[in-house]
């Protein structure tokens, strides 16, 4: 869309506004660095439950070849990593693929991905805190005999994600870094004592070798699902609006966060496999409890106690990133009139969007407790986990296509061939062919329920642009969709 001649109001803060004592209307500025964002995307991936929670359904995808699964998903999803970070070097905002989209191809068309894009972390709560409820329960039940609901520690969980979230990002980055620090360190080390220690069949280089993989149609939904574990790489994107040099910094934490999590998952899948034993891998599959915890007391005893608390703490740290990701989609898209304005009001003091804070903690625990009683509270991490990729995957295809457009239009002197056509190509390319062949044919249920969800969710997208047409509610949103944070009416070639 050409914005000639249409005055476009600043997305940054208004000097007036600031003059009046308004400045509390925007975020707050260079909270965080490259580590911040590193660590932010680090903990949405969530080592621990990446690890540990995703390889029971990865093993029984892919069999002895789970490790294998995991690394074509790495090099899958470090293309993608490679565009979103192009995308940040120049368009550093709270919006994430929605201004990314906007700017690049179409508002209406960055708002229906998005739309399908808040499968991702706003229903990060619901997921995560009811697989932290389940696997509590369960616990507890199996060793000590006590008692306790599962949607009990939801409420205790999203509770205290959300005092932590309204203090100010720079409080709950550093919370992050510590907590994903260790639970790397607990995952990592069972993993090795996992390859010093072997299960039946010894030690095993089979994982990676593709002969050893079932029926082509069963791998590809490992990789699939590994994708799914290595989500979360693109959670610090909307954190840009609050970055120290966001241009440099967003990117570059991306970037990072593949490269460390995707030779971790692979790692430490390896090691769990042979420790657990490759040639009794279907117990694996088929654990009453978590497989981590088992191969934990195998090889460490009462110390097996470490893998519980890498996974609580691996629970609270993606609760927390992803309020933080969810949370400033809300606020900017509220800002460009997308969404209410009641979303983008932020605390005075704290400049948190507080509004958005509160309905991402009460839509977590609706859909917790909905979504626990309609699948069964033990189905919801892999229906969500199926969901959630087959709502990011049209956002990550449309920024492939949307980086070649917006480089070739907006920066042709920066242009280039390999970053800007070739990765996008190869992106595409493999999450094309992995999404297809796990639709066709659908999964099991309740797996496969995740395909019509996003489909009726898409619908519903829809029907909401066509309503905000009908009412005139369209102006603000066309003309500031695709604005970078720091873009002005007089610097910005605003969204087409």
Same mark, same amino acid.
């Given at each position: 869309?050409?914005?000639?001649?249409?005055?476009?109001?600043?997305?940054?803060?208004?000097?007036?506004?600031?003059?009046?004592?308004?400045?509390?209307?925007?975020?707050?500025?260079?909270?965080?660095?490259?580590?911040?964002?590193?660590?932010?995307?680090?903990?949405?991936?969530?080592?621990?439950?990446?690890?540990?929670?995703?390889?029971?359904?990865?093993?029984?995808?892919?069999?002895?070849?789970?490790?294998?699964?995991?690394?074509?998903?790495?090099?899958?999803?470090?293309?993608?990593?490679?565009?979103?970070?192009?995308?940040?070097?120049?368009?550093?905002?709270?919006?994430?693929?929605?201004?990314?989209?906007?700017?690049?191809?179409?508002?209406?068309?960055?708002?229906?991905?998005?739309?399908?894009?808040?499968?991702?972390?706003?229903?990060?709560?619901?997921?995560?805190?009811?697989?932290?409820?389940?696997?509590?329960?369960?616990?507890?039940?199996?060793?000590?005999?006590?008692?306790?609901?599962?949607?009990?520690?939801?409420?205790?969980?999203?509770?205290?994600?959300?005092?932590?979230?309204?203090?100010?990002?720079?409080?709950?980055?550093?919370?992050?870094?510590?907590?994903?620090?260790?639970?790397?360190?607990?995952?990592?080390?069972?993993?090795?004592?996992?390859?010093?220690?072997?299960?039946?069949? !010894? #030690?095993? %280089? =089979?994982?990676?070798?593709?002969?050893? +993989?079932?029926? @082509?149609?069963? &791998?590809? *939904?490992?990789?699939?699902?590994?994708?799914?574990?290595?989500?979360?790489?693109?959670?610090?994107?909307?954190?840009?609006?609050?970055?120290?040099?966001?241009?440099?910094?967003?990117?570059?934490?991306?970037?990072?966060?593949?490269?460390?999590?995707?030779?971790?998952?692979?790692?430490?899948?390896?090691?769990?496999?042979?420790?657990?034993?490759?040639?009794?891998?279907?117990?694996?599959?088929?654990?009453?409890?978590?497989? !981590? #915890?088992? %191969? =934990?007391?195998?090889?460490?005893?009462? +110390?097996?106690? @470490?893998?519980? &608390?890498? *996974?609580?703490?691996?629970?609270?740290?993606?609760?927390?990133?992803?309020?933080?990701?969810?949370?400033?989609?809300?606020?900017?898209?509220?800002?460009?009139?997308?969404?209410?304005?009641?979303?983008?009001?932020?605390?005075?003091?704290?400049?948190?969007?507080?509004?958005?804070?509160?309905?991402?903690?009460?839509?977590?625990?609706?859909?917790?407790?909905?979504?626990?009683?309609?699948?069964?509270?033990?189905?919801?991490?892999?229906?969500?986990?199926?969901?959630?990729?087959?709502?990011?995957?049209?956002?990550?295809?449309?920024?492939? *296509?949307?980086?070649?457009?917006?480089?070739?239009?907006?920066?042709?002197?920066?242009?280039?061939?390999?970053?800007?056509?070739?990765?996008?190509?190869?992106?595409?390319?493999?999450?094309?062919?992995?999404?297809?062949?796990?639709?066709?044919?659908?999964?099991?249920?309740?797996?496969?329920?995740?395909?019509?969800?996003?489909?009726?969710?898409?619908?519903?997208?829809?029907?909401?642009?066509?309503?905000?047409?009908?009412?005139?509610?369209?102006?603000?949103?066309?003309?500031?969709?695709?604005?970078?944070?720091?873009?002005?009416?007089?610097?910005?070639?605003?969204?087409?």
């Amino acid at each position: 869309m050409s914005t000639e001649g249409i005055s476009v109001a600043p997305v940054g803060p208004d000097p007036s506004r600031v003059a009046d004592g308004q400045e509390d209307t925007e975020l707050r500025k260079g909270s965080i660095g490259v580590g911040g964002a590193l660590m932010q995307n680090i903990a949405n991936i969530a080592p621990a439950i990446a690890a540990l929670f995703t390889l029971p359904a990865i093993v029984g995808f892919s069999g002895q070849t789970a490790p294998l699964a995991y690394l074509l998903a790495f090099f899958i999803t470090l293309s993608s990593g490679y565009v979103l970070a192009q995308f940040t070097h120049h368009l550093p905002s709270g919006g994430s693929y929605f201004t990314f989209l906007s700017r690049s191809l179409n508002p209406r068309i960055g708002f229906l991905a998005t739309w399908l894009y808040f499968f991702a972390f706003p229903l990060v709560g619901a997921q995560a805190g009811d697989a932290f409820g389940s696997t509590i329960e369960q616990t507890l039940e199996g060793q000590y005999g006590f008692s306790f609901p599962w949607w009990g520690f939801l409420l205790i969980g999203l509770s205290i994600t959300a005092a932590v979230s309204i203090p100010g990002i720079k409080f709950g980055i550093r919370t992050l870094a510590v907590m994903s620090v260790i639970e790397l360190v607990i995952v990592v080390a069972l993993a090795f004592s996992g390859l010093i220690d072997p299960g039946p069949g !010894g #030690f095993s %280089l =089979g994982g990676f070798n593709p002969s050893e +993989a079932p029926a @082509l149609g069963t &791998f590809y *939904l490992g990789i699939t699902f590994a994708i799914f574990a290595l989500t979360g790489w693109d959670s610090a994107a909307p954190l840009a609006e609050e970055s120290k040099s966001p241009r440099k910094s967003v990117g570059r934490g991306i970037i990072l966060s593949i490269l460390i999590m995707g030779a971790v998952l692979v790692f430490v899948s390896w090691g769990v496999t042979v420790g657990w034993g490759v040639d009794n891998l279907d117990t694996l599959i088929d654990a009453e409890e978590n497989p !981590g #915890f088992i %191969l =934990g007391r195998e090889v460490w005893g009462g +110390a097996w106690l @470490l893998v519980l &608390f890498a *996974l609580v703490n691996s629970v609270f740290a993606v609760l927390i990133s992803s309020m933080n990701a969810s949370t400033r989609m809300w606020y900017r898209m509220s800002k460009v009139g997308a969404l209410p304005k009641f979303m983008g009001e932020v605390h005075p003091r704290f400049q948190t969007p507080v509004n958005a804070i509160w309905f991402q903690t009460g839509l977590s625990v609706v859909l917790g407790l909905a979504l626990g009683v309609i699948f069964g509270v033990e189905n919801v991490f892999s229906v969500l986990g199926f969901l959630f990729i087959f709502a990011v995957l049209p956002a990550w295809i449309l920024a492939n *296509l949307g980086v070649f457009l917006f480089y070739k239009r907006e920066h042709p002197d920066e242009f280039h061939w390999f970053k800007h056509a070739v990765v996008p190509l190869v992106s595409t390319i493999g999450l094309g062919w992995v999404g297809y062949k796990s639709i066709f044919p659908l999964p099991p249920s309740p797996e496969g329920y995740a395909v019509p969800i996003v489909g009726i969710w898409l619908l519903i997208g829809v029907a909401i642009l066509v309503y905000m047409h009908y009412r005139g509610d369209e102006e603000q949103f066309l003309e500031r969709a695709g604005m970078a944070v720091d873009e002005s009416s007089e610097g910005a070639d605003a969204a087409r």
